[in-house]
């Protein structure tokens, strides 16, 4: 029903920047948080930011100051603007949607590989 395609991962040497975007399409009547987790090799899954409809966020301490989510929802697309890269932040990065009203449902991309060199 919602399919979630993320872009713009990719290698950047440390202290460079990337953005993702993800763009949600499908049928739905409302998206409320997106948000971006990531996963690295031999690691769970943690959340790296959320953005709710009205705008509110969250941060993982570990990128406060240095990424930057934002979202447009009238093109519904979230982005993750990631400046001072580094070599602990290489990872797939996934993006999140929370859908419904009554009804919550998550769905995910299929993930995106951002790799930072030292």
């Known amino acids: 029903q919602v399919q979630l395609v993320e872009s713009g991962g990719g290698l950047v040497q440390a202290g460079g920047s990337l953005r993702l975007s993800c763009a949600a399409s499908g049928s739905f009547f409302r998206i409320n948080a997106m948000g971006w987790y990531r996963q690295a090799p031999g690691k769970e899954r943690e959340l790296v930011a959320t953005?709710?409809?009205?705008?509110?966020?969250i941060y993982a301490d570990s990128v406060k100051g240095r990424f930057t989510i934002s979202r447009d929802n009238a093109k519904n697309t979230v982005y993750l603007q990631m400046n001072s890269l580094k070599p602990e932040d290489t990872a797939v990065y996934y993006c999140n949607a929370n859908v419904g009203v009554v009804g919550s449902f998550d769905y995910w991309g299929q993930g995106t590989q951002v790799t930072v060199s030292s």
């Open positions: 953005i709710g409809s009205g705008g509110r966020t």
